[in-house]
């Protein structure tokens, strides 16, 4: 009996770490099928793949198929990609990484 139980909460205790596991390995991709723009995108004109994206620094938002040129990165993990939004905003600001479809 107590052997079963073991197994039982081993089983779990695999169970759950392996859960978290596969959850936190997401490291390319945020919120969608999208990848993250990275260092070596700096300069380089992305397409927008989200229906809208936020554009910071400025009121308006990007929409697919709208392109943004990579300038530079803020957080402590790229979330934030700082440069400009070609379509309806045409200005300076920062979206939220992990919304191309090119990076």
Known sequence: MKLRKRTAQAAVAVGVSMAMLVASSGVAYAGGPYPYAGNNDVGRRLTV?????????????????????????????????????????????????????NA
């Open 49 to 101: 793949c989200a229906d809208s994206l936020d554009v910071h620094n400025f009121l308006g938002q990007l929409h697919y198929p709208q392109t943004f040129t990579v300038e530079g990165f803020d957080g402590a993990n790229k979330e934030w990609v700082y440069g400009f939004a070609w379509g309806t905003v045409n200005a300076h600001g920062s979206v939220l990484n992990g919304w191309f479809c």
